[in-house]
């Protein structure tokens, strides 16, 4: 046992020896060891020992971590069902018929003034323009037509100094005129034929006149017409009521479509009339 621990000892020398000698050849004087504090803190503090010159450094405060609030959204729109939506256009207003008129020859493309619809009268007919029986003291024989155009009445002369007194209407300034005739024609919604001069004379103005116009409730001339001598004037109807009791038109006399119809009727082909 002793020989053998010999030999180890042996073996071990001569395998340190050479490194011994090569160390003490490198470093005369072994160096200190020296332990960084700073990399020996970690160390000695991990067994609760203190380094030595360590300072107490204040812990310092944890940083505060922000709390992050969670996102407000919008609700969730409620789901909708599977069913299909259809959208309709709005139907356009139904389209009222317009009324027919009674038939009419054709008229020019121009506007023309006979046809241009007239402003209506909001109030009636004065009560004094409407038919009414009076007492009229004349030598004219009953059934004479008198017509006073300063006061805008027609007189159809009765017996016993009576008269039926219509209300009228009469030229206007300028187209004012007297004299007697007697009726040569009759006529029912009679057609217009305006005279040339007042064709030329409404052109003028800028108002264009057709050169015929077939009767109608349109026609200037309106339900009835008694042509007086071999004149261009008339006793006629109108399709502008509110005008009478005035002087508006070219020289003719002219009655409400009701009231020369009544005339029409008792009114002979032949009577005579007195225009004054």
Not at 33 to 45: K, M, R
Not at 170 to 177: A, I, L, S, T
Request: charged residues 20%; aromatic residues 8%.
């Amino acid at each position: 046992m002793s020989c053998r621990k010999s030999l180890f000892s042996l073996c071990l020398a001569a395998l340190v020896l050479p490194f011994a000698a090569n160390a003490d050849d490198r470093y005369q004087s072994r160096p200190p060891v020296i332990v960084s504090p700073d990399l020996a803190a970690p160390w000695l503090l991990q067994l609760g020992v203190k380094p030595r010159g360590a300072v107490d450094q204040p812990r310092a405060a944890a940083p505060q971590v922000m709390r992050q609030t969670a996102p407000v959204y919008p609700p969730r729109p409620a789901p909708m069902d599977n069913r299909r939506v259809v959208y309709q256009a709005a139907r356009p207003a139904a389209v009222q018929p317009v009324p027919l008129r009674p038939a009419m020859a054709p008229q020019p493309k121009a506007q023309q003034v006979a046809m241009q619809p007239l402003p209506r009268q909001v109030t009636p007919t004065a009560p004094q323009f409407l038919p009414q029986i009076v007492s009229y003291q004349t030598e004219e024989k009953p059934g004479t037509l008198v017509i006073d155009t300063n006061n805008r009445f027609l007189y159809l002369v009765m017996e016993g100094g009576k008269a039926k007194r219509y209300g009228v209407g009469v030229g206007k300034p300028g187209f004012e005129w007297a004299g007697e005739h007697r009726v040569t024609r009759k006529s029912e919604w009679p057609e217009w034929i305006p005279p040339q001069e007042m064709i030329e004379r409404e052109a003028a103005k800028g108002h264009y006149l057709p050169a015929r116009m077939a009767g109608g409730p349109e026609n200037p001339l309106g339900a009835r017409a008694l042509y007086l001598g071999s004149t261009l004037y008339r006793i006629h109807g109108t399709n502008a009521p509110w005008t009478i009791g005035y002087g508006v038109s070219s020289g003719c006399i002219r009655m409400r479509n009701e009231d020369v119809t009544d005339l029409y009727e008792r009114v002979p082909v032949g009577t005579k009339v007195i225009v004054m």
